[in-house]
């Protein structure tokens, strides 16, 4: 029951920055007067937007979900210190505080970043098959070559000794 809800909070965290990417990018002019309202560049608003834009694909689809949380998070903290920081104005520590909540929820999968449902989670078992298909494959080498060398001691009518060393140290 906790993966499903961790997918689910992924995909909600997600839709906040894929929300926010697409309206940053349809409404260019309003957010370079925003930002510029920072005192920040002007022509920051079209990579802000694919910036979020692309961060909430990945969360959603579980792609480098830690790296994505963690930049999120950073950005999310920034936003409270060039735009919401006049916490006597309820509305700006309202919206600090919903901010730091999000970088909360960021850290958070940033910890359970490698969940179920996910593309890093499928990478990650992938490559637990290949290493342990590598292992069984090894085995049956060193096997088939302890089998031989016992074929040849038997053919040349000497004793057959079997000495069990790790295979590392052949």
């Known amino acids: 029951m906790s993966m499903i809800a961790v997918f689910i909070g992924r995909l909600f ?6 929300v926010s990417g697409i309206n940053k990018l349809i409404h ?6 925003m930002i510029s309202a920072a005192g920040l ?3 920051l608003a079209i990579p802000t937007g694919l910036f979020e834009l692309i961060a909430g694909v990945c969360l959603a689809l579980g792609i480098a979900t830690r790296l994505w949380a963690i930049l999120l998070a950073g950005f999310v903290l920034l936003t409270i210190l060039f735009f919401h920081r006049e916490f006597t104005d309820p509305m700006q520590a309202m919206m600090a505080m919903k901010n730091l909540a999000i970088a909360g929820g960021l850290l958070c999968l ?4 490698h969940t179920r449902w996910s593309y890093d ?3 990650a078992r ?13 085995a049956a080498d060193a ?4 089998a031989r060398a016992e074929g040849r001691a038997e053919a040349a009518g000497a004793p057959v000794v079997v000495e069990k060393r790790p295979f590392w140290r052949r």
């Open 126 to 138: 992938r490559r637990a098959e290949v290493a342990e298909s590598a292992a069984q494959r090894h």
């Open 13 to 18: 965290i997600a839709v906040i920055f894929l």
């Open 110 to 113: 940033f910890g359970y970043g």
């Open 28 to 33: 260019v002019a309003d957010t370079n007067a």
């Open 121 to 123: 989670a499928l990478r």
């Open 143 to 146: 096997e088939l070559r302890a």
């Open 41 to 43: 560049p002007a022509g």
